[in-house]
């Protein structure tokens, strides 16, 4: 396991998230603690969860399992449901009170919601850090602009800035490459990314085609077959592409995010500790640039702007500012 900056914090994690939103869910507690344990072996020291999993259970799960290994662990967690500034200071306390913790290490504001008000917004996330109920704050599912509006805010009052954005981002899912990832090399923010199988479509266990398994969480979510229908052969020649080189499709799909420049950590998230065990070898993997090229064109699902053609100059703009 690599460890990696944390942003401009100053503070170091490894370069895998361990995500939690299957823990009471599709895994059990006493699952959640083997996936824990088995994290931690393999030197994560980085866990994501939210006040919004499993309506507080996986929170309440995580202070259970937590115990004795808090101190080894760098804990983000999420406020849910609004950005308001007196729902964002009861949020950080029921979660603490959840998680059996005197504070965490990273809180984010889940979504961005229609009518926010960012100083509300901002100054609740400074009295959180205030109060010492969290180191960092940061925010998750943000655009670029709007993590720059805040952070302004934040500069102009003195107050704790957004250090991190948790986002969404796998070899099909590819909007941060337009202005995400560029701000976050210009500006130091930390690149959390999430759902790098995209649910498990990138983890070989749906063929186009094909019945859905009963235990999957694509028989539940009508996402996973749209996907599969419109992915279907790119994904055929994904599974090829990991079977060559004897690697488990999950494998290679957390590898290309991992290789992504601007990309933090990617946040992994199982049902199991079986799949766990399987998608570490993820942070082994070493990805010629060829190789990485040749996956990222493989879905034909970069980010395309739609009027006038392509525009390459706002894709990956790293050059545009020196640090
Ligand atoms: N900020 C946000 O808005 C947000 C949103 C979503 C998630 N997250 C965070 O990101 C984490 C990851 O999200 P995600 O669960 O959607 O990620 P994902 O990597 O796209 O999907 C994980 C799913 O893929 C399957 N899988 C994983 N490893 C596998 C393996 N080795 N072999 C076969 N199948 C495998 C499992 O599905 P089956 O159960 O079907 O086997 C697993 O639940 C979450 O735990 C959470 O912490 C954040």
């Known amino acids: 396991m690599q460890y990696v900056p944390l942003g401009n914090t100053g503070e170091t994690v490894s370069q895998m998230c361990l995500g939690t939103m299957m823990f009471g869910d599709r895994c059990d507690e006493a699952e959640s603690d083997r996936i824990l344990a088995t994290a931690m072996d393999a030197g994560v020291n980085f866990v994501d969860t939210a006040w919004s999993y499993m309506e507080g259970r996986t929170e309440e799960i995580l202070g259970r399992i937590l115990k004795g290994r808090r101190d080894k662990l760098f804990v983000v967690t999420k406020v849910t449901k609004s950005t308001d500034g007196a729902w964002i200071r009861q949020s950080i306390d029921e979660s603490l009170a959840r998680l059996q913790l005197d504070y965490v290490d990273l809180y984010l504001i889940h979504w961005p919601r229609p009518h926010m008000r960012p100083v509300e917004m901002m100054e609740a996330l400074n009295d959180v850090v205030k109060a010492g109920k969290a180191r960092y704050v940061g925010c998750s599912n943000f655009p670029a602009w709007l993590l720059a509006h805040c952070n302004a805010i934040a500069q102009r009052e003195g ?101 992504t420049p ?59 500012v020196t640090n």
């Open 159 to 259: 107050w704790a800035p957004l250090v991190c954005n948790q986002v969404p981002y796998n070899l099909i899912e590819r909007g941060i490459e337009v202005e995400v990832l560029p701000q976050a090399v210009a500006e130091k923010i930390a690149i959390t990314t999430y759902r790098p199988l995209l649910m498990g479509v990138l983890a070989g266990k749906y063929g186009a085609g094909e019945t859905i398994p009963e235990d999957s969480r694509g028989a539940t979510d009508p996402r996973v077959p749209a996907w599969l229908e419109k992915f279907g052969a790119g994904l055929v020649r994904f599974n090829q592409f990991a079977a060559e080189r004897g690697l488990h499709p999950a494998q290679l799909a957390i590898a290309w995010v991992r290789h």
């Open 262 to 320: 601007g990309v933090t950590a990617p946040i992994v998230g199982v049902s199991s500790q079986r799949q766990l065990q399987s998608s570490l070898g993820a942070f082994d993997v070493e990805l010629t640039e060829e190789e990485y090229k040749q996956l990222a064109d493989m879905f034909d699902a970069a980010v395309k702007e739609e009027s006038g053609g392509s525009y390459p100059s706002l894709r990956r703009s790293f050059e545009l």
